[in-house]
Every structure is written in C-alpha cells, then in structure tokens.
C-alpha cells in the first residue's frame, strides 16, 4: 500500500512504537484523509519530531466512559487507533500547522512509553493485516442498500449530495468517507473504526444511522453526544 511516498506491505513495516493524538470523536480510516488544525505546544512538537522521523503520528480517542475531568494527558485511551501519515502539511504564520493525514492502517494500543516527550507514546500491534490490501471486501458490501439508507438521510436533514461522484467512488472509499464524515459521537465512531470487515462498517454505519431516522422521526436529536 502506498501512502505518500512510502509503501506498507504489512504490520512488519510499522514502528512498535508511535506518537499519540488524542482527539475524541474524531475517525480516520486506512487510505482515508484526515484534515487537522494543530496548535497546542505539545503536538506542534510532535508534529516538528513525525516530520523528523517517519512522519507517523497516532489517531486514538480517549476513552469515552472515563471522567472528563481527568487531565488529558493522563486520561485512559481506547484500545484502537489508526496510523496516520503526514501527507500534507503548511504552516499558518500565526503558530499553527495545517496537517493532512493519510491512514495507513488500525493498531491495538497494548501499552504507553515512559518518555520525557510533552506528548504521549503508545506501544502498539498492528494486527489488522486487512488494512493493508485496498478494496478488500468490497463483493460482500450491499452497496444498493447502504446507498439508499445515506439517501435517506440526506433528504431527512435538507441535505445534497454530488451523485456523480458518489455512484463514481469505490465501495470502500464511500463507506470509509462517510464512516469519518458521519455526524455521529466517540461510541459510534469507535464502532465503525473497530468493525472487522469494510462489509460490517457498512452494517454498522446503515444501524447507526436507521436509530437516527427513526428518532427524527420521533422527535428527538437526529445525532449522538
């Protein structure tokens, strides 16, 4: 798999050790692109040490059943994360980074480096060996049904969509943009990330989001806290 101007062929050509972001409720999947504005001291240094090194930096979320008053830096983080590549970067003039990641593929988090580094280091295993062959999956998915249920949406909230684009992207590139685009919380994110298969994301993603039409249809917030 080529991400940028490196190749991945497997979990042997990733470090067992990487740079950890934070960012609850935030999805990004392998060969997905992930957008981000950086500027906390802290993560302007680990960016300035990726862009040193292999250029890899750790999407997690902090684990969303734990006390929010906890510090960030040492609240616990979910057991799942992605890979992400800088692909993209500029600088604003005023501190700030724009950063564009790539996802290379989802790690296990089995543990955090002690380190006198401002941001933490996760221990990780890149055991889905799934991530590294594009497309895979792709013959199970119904696209038929996912398409209709994301139409459903659309129109449920007042929304367009640019069909000839859509009906023109591959199965797993729909899925996985609208799994990182959805308006859904860390729970849903989570789940879709940790789905085995592109076919069980697309599963879980068509559940997410029947529950959220049929509470609109009821009345209540059509998204998740």
């Keep these: 798999m080529q991400v940028g101007n490196a190749s991945y062929v497997g979990p042997a050509d990733l470090p067992g050790e990487l740079p950890l972001f934070p960012l609850k409720g935030v999805l990004l999947l392998p060969r997905g692109l992930l957008p981000l504005i950086v500027f906390e001291p802290r993560y302007l240094a680990m960016v300035d040490a990726a862009l040193a090194g292999d250029r890899l930096i750790g999407i997690i979320q902090p684990r ?8 960030e830096g040492a609240a616990p983080l979910c057991d799942v994360g992605t890979v992400g590549r800088i692909t993209a970067i500029a600088e604003t003039g005023d501190g700030r980074y724009q950063v564009t990641l790539t996802g290379v593929c989802r790690f296990r988090l089995t543990g955090e480096a002690t380190s006198d580094l401002p941001y933490r280091v996760g221990r990780i295993a890149c055991d889905f060996p799934v991530d590294f062959e594009p497309r895979t999956g792709e013959d ?57 298969d592109l076919k069980t994301r697309a599963e879980t993603l068509i559940a997410i989001t029947e529950i959220t039409l049929a509470r609109a249809a009821d009345g209540a917030p059509t998204t998740f806290n």
């Design 64 to 71: 969303f059943d734990a006390d929010e008053s906890i510090e």
């Design 140 to 196: 199970d998915v119904d696209r038929a049904a996912f398409l209709e249920v994301f139409e459903a949406y659309l129109e449920a909230n007042e929304m367009e969509a640019d069909w000839d684009a859509v009906e023109k992207a591959s199965t797993e590139a729909l899925i996985n943009t609208l799994s990182m685009m959805s308006p859904y919380g860390p729970a849903e994110k989570q789940a879709l990330l940790e789905a085995p």
